[in-house]
T-cell receptor, first 111, second 113 residues
Framework: NAGVTQTPKFQVLKTGQSMTLQCAQD?????MSWYRQDPGMGLRLIHY???????DQGEVPNGYNVSRSTTEDFPLRLLSAAPSQTSVYFC??????????FGPGTRLTVT | GDSVTQMEGPVTLSEEAFLTINCTYT??????LFWYVQYPGEGLQLLLK?????DKGSNKGFEATYRKETTSFHLEKGSVQVSDSAVYFC????????????FGTGTSLTVIP
């Protein structure tokens, strides 16, 4: 199993550009989530999904969209990048009521 | 609201020293508690967990006991190694919320030879 994979590893965007961070898992987990990690803030939940076709907002959803058309994939879209979205983004997956498995992260810089 | 508070770092220890990283939580109901570790440039990995009061989680020489009376889940290791240098996150999962986690802010540990 590859586990949770994320692409790209690094990305630089200009303010106003849009992009999609990719996340995939091959463990048939129903639950997937996106976090951002900022210094001194820990991990904050952006969006999550409890299964294909079902998504919901987390703590900091503004400026981000998600969709879950398959069990395996959970892409995160930045609609119009802002410098405040400079962060490290982690995708995670799990079975219900089980520990989360994290991807290696995407380091995003918005200039 | 539901939250996790862990001691601020950074923490610097000499090899073979004793480690304690404090973690307390606020939650309704009976959460499950976790410690995750993040090595430089990597994602988080589960280190240990406890799902009910008085449970002790352990792994790789690390231990933490779920103390309901003090709402704590402190991480300990008797003798740290250079390879333990990482950021440690305490986290909780509430019951009956699917699988939503709350993370602490992380504690950076550096172990020097």
């Amino acid at each position: 199993n590859a586990g949770v994979t994320q692409t790209p590893k690094f990305q630089v965007l200009k303010t106003g550009q849009s992009m999609t961070l990719q996340c995939a898992q091959d463990m048939n987990h129903e639950y997937m989530s996106w976090y951002r990690q900022d210094p001194g803030m820990g991990l904050r939940l952006i969006h999550y999904s409890v299964g294909a076709g079902i998504t919901d907002q987390g703590e900091v959803p503004n400026g981000y969209n998600v969709s879950r058309s398959t069990t395996e994939d959970f892409p995160l879209r930045l609609l119009s990048a802002a410098p405040s979205q400079t962060s490290v983004y982690f995708c995670a997956s799990s079975r219900t009521r089980s520990e989360q498995y994290f991807g290696p992260g995407t380091r995003l810089t918005v200039t | 609201g539901d939250s996790v508070t862990q001691m601020e770092g950074p923490v610097t220890l000499s090899e073979e020293a004793f480690l304690t990283i404090n973690c307390t939580y606020t939650a309704t109901g009976y959460p499950s508690l976790f410690w995750y570790v993040q090595y430089p440039g990597e994602g988080l990995q589960l280190l240990l967990k406890a799902t009910k009061a008085d449970d002790k989680g352990s792994n790789k020489g690390f231990e933490a006991t779920y103390r309901k009376e003090t709402t704590s889940f402190h991480l300990e290791k008797g003798s740290v190694q250079v390879s333990d240098s990482a950021v440690y996150f305490c986290a909780l999962r509430l019951p009956n919320t699917g699988n939503q986690f709350y993370f602490g802010t992380g504690t950076s540990l550096t172990v020097i030879p």
